[in-house]
């Protein structure tokens, strides 16, 4: 059981229920809502997230040992060897193009498709190259970004032509990454990243812990509400400016989250006391209203069930899974 929970660590289990759904997101915005096609693009999902986050872990390990509090992670306690982190992650690569085999079996190659492919093998470079050189040089954080909105737009181009919608959804993917990463990591991590002499926006613009307390720039600050900003615009646009339908209490619901997001936000940067477990908490709140907030946007478009199952099937997914795995519910080991 160790051994499973060792692996199910290793692959972030509970994670994956909202890692892997850019592509299934990308389908839907250009109208496809066929189980299968969503399921096989979820699975495709599925294996570049574990293969980004296994290898990542292998190519950190030996920094991961600098640090106490990592000494968990599988490949650094021991649990899982370095071999065969290895070998999940060749054989990810090897599931992701036999799934888009299967996905477009029968079919005709076309244009698209082509740069669908393209999207795929971009995810594919971006993200191994963070992997490699992420903590080398400040602003890699847009690489992971980069990444996961290409992973987005393959499941769009892979099965239809991208609209407004698809482009708007593409960029607030990369917004919401790089948050998540550059702001949200870089606050969470900023006790021991300079440990590991890691090169990146937080530790550059001068965020500090010293003993129990943290210091956060305004700088920093700024580029924190600044994407938000830009991401809640974003959400909006298709509605004030290029006249997409809407229901009144679509947007009344959007606008509430969005002030939630941005209270979370503002108290993640206002902490004084480096506190990690609260520093969780508030990352993970704001991970699953970045879930919803998409779904919302695209209610008039895709429909309220489609959009509430987007919504409830990454929070479900975590809640079955997270316990399995000895993990506690919305503290999540990051």
Same mark, same amino acid.
């Given at each position: 059981?160790?051994?499973?929970?060792?692996?199910?660590? @290793?692959?972030?289990?509970?994670?994956? /229920? $909202?890692?892997?759904?850019?592509?299934?997101?990308?389908?839907?915005?250009?109208?496809?809502?066929?189980?299968?096609?969503?399921?096989?693009? !979820?699975?495709?999902?599925?294996?570049?997230?574990?293969?980004? !986050?296994?290898?990542?872990?292998?190519?950190?390990?030996?920094?991961?040992?600098?640090?106490?509090?990592?000494?968990?992670?599988? @490949?650094?306690? $021991?649990?899982?060897?370095?071999?065969?982190?290895? &070998?999940?992650?060749?054989?990810?690569?090897?599931?992701?193009?036999?799934?888009?085999?299967?996905?477009?079996?029968?079919?005709?190659?076309?244009?698209?498709?082509?740069? +669908?492919?393209?999207?795929?093998? *971009?995810? /594919?470079?971006?993200?191994?190259?963070?992997?490699?050189?992420?903590?080398? !040089?400040?602003? %890699?954080?847009? *690489?992971?970004?980069? %990444?996961?909105?290409?992973?987005?737009?393959? $499941?769009? *181009?892979?099965?239809?032509?991208?609209?407004?919608? &698809?482009?708007?959804?593409?960029?607030? &993917?990369?917004?919401?990454?790089?948050?998540?990463?550059?702001?949200?990591? /870089?606050?969470?991590?900023?006790?021991?990243?300079?440990?590991?002499?890691?090169?990146?926006? +937080?530790?550059?613009?001068?965020?500090?812990?010293?003993?129990?307390?943290?210091?956060?720039? &305004?700088?920093?600050? %700024?580029?924190? @509400?600044?994407?938000?900003?830009?991401?809640?615009?974003?959400? *909006?646009?298709?509605?004030?400016?290029?006249?997409?339908?809407?229901?009144?209490?679509?947007?009344?619901?959007?606008?509430?989250?969005?002030?939630?997001?941005?209270?979370?936000?503002?108290?993640?940067?206002?902490?004084?006391?480096?506190?990690?477990?609260?520093?969780?908490?508030?990352?993970?709140?704001?991970?699953?209203?970045?879930? %919803?907030?998409?779904?919302?946007?695209?209610?008039?478009?895709?429909?309220?069930?489609?959009?509430?199952?987007?919504?409830?099937?990454?929070?479900?997914?975590?809640?079955?899974? +997270?316990?399995?795995? /000895?993990?506690?519910?919305?503290?999540?080991?990051?």
């Amino acid at each position: 059981m160790g051994k499973i929970s060792a692996y199910a660590r @290793l692959l972030r289990l509970p994670g994956l /229920g $909202g890692l892997a759904i850019p592509p299934v997101i990308g389908a839907v915005t250009v109208g496809v809502f066929d189980l299968q096609i969503l399921s096989l693009l !979820f699975l495709i999902g599925v294996f570049c997230i574990i293969y980004g !986050f296994v290898f990542n872990d292998y190519m950190d390990m030996d920094l991961d040992k600098l640090v106490k509090e990592l000494h968990g992670k599988p @490949l650094v306690s $021991g649990e899982i060897s370095r071999k065969s982190a290895l &070998t999940i992650s060749f054989f990810c690569v090897v599931f992701v193009f036999l799934s888009v085999f299967l996905l477009w079996k029968g079919e005709i190659i076309d244009n698209r498709k082509i740069e +669908a492919i393209l999207s795929l093998v *971009l995810a /594919g470079i971006f993200g191994t190259i963070y992997n490699i050189y992420g903590k080398r !040089f400040v602003c %890699s954080d847009v *690489l992971v970004s980069l %990444s996961v909105a290409f992973l987005f737009l393959f $499941g769009a *181009l892979s099965v239809g032509e991208p609209n407004p919608i &698809t482009w708007i959804v593409f960029v607030l &993917t990369f917004n919401n990454l790089m948050h998540m990463n550059m702001i949200e990591g /870089g606050i969470k991590d900023a006790d021991h990243d300079y440990l590991m002499n890691v090169k990146n926006v +937080a530790l550059a613009l001068g965020v500090k812990v010293q003993g129990k307390n943290v210091n956060i720039p &305004t700088s920093f600050k %700024s580029i924190s @509400l600044g994407i938000r900003t830009f991401s809640s615009a974003l959400l *909006l646009l298709p509605f004030v400016v290029l006249g997409y339908s809407y229901y009144p209490w679509q947007i009344c619901l959007l606008l509430a989250l969005i002030f939630l997001v941005f209270y979370l936000t503002i108290k993640l940067l206002s902490i004084k006391v480096f506190d990690r477990d609260k520093i969780r908490k508030y990352i993970a709140a704001m991970s699953f209203l970045r879930y %919803s907030l998409v779904p919302i946007m695209l209610i008039h478009l895709i429909g309220f069930e489609y959009s509430l199952m987007l919504i409830v099937f990454p929070f479900a997914w975590y809640v079955i899974f +997270a316990p399995l795995i /000895g993990e506690r519910l919305f503290r999540p080991r990051m």
